[in-house]
Nanobody, 115 residues
């Protein structure tokens, strides 16, 4: 059974940094695409950053230049380094991992950026 567990969220002041981690278990091989999504109150879930099994990355415009997604395939873990955080980055951040056409989600971790 595949499970994703996020960690690293919290409260930070604007301009600060956080590093999110997502540990995936229940799959011995390398995951295909992995990534981070977020959902703010009253808004739909949106993609933040994705990374393929070959380490090709893609970012939402709002994340470009501030966030960095990376992965450790040996640990089946994906990271999101977030710098220069803004109040509008406040949301629940979800980890996603794919095996073929199957997608798996973590339970989410809250990120709150105060002004």
């Amino acid at each position: 059974q595949v499970q994703l567990v996020e960690s690293g969220g919290g409260l930070v002041q604007a301009g600060g940094s956080l590093r999110l981690s997502c540990a995936a278990s229940g799959w011995r091989l390398r995951f295909d695409g992995m990534g981070w999504y977020r959902q703010a109150p009253g808004k739909e879930r949106e993609v933040v950053a994705t990374i393929t099994s070959r380490d090709m990355t893609d970012y939402a415009d709002s994340a470009k230049g501030r966030f960095t997604v990376s992965r450790d395939n040996g640990k089946n873990t994906v990271y999101l380094q977030m710098n220069s955080l803004k109040p509008e980055d406040t949301a629940v951040y979800y980890c996603n991992a794919n095996i073929g056409k199957l997608g798996y989600w973590g339970q989410g971790t809250q990120v709150t950026v105060s002004s």
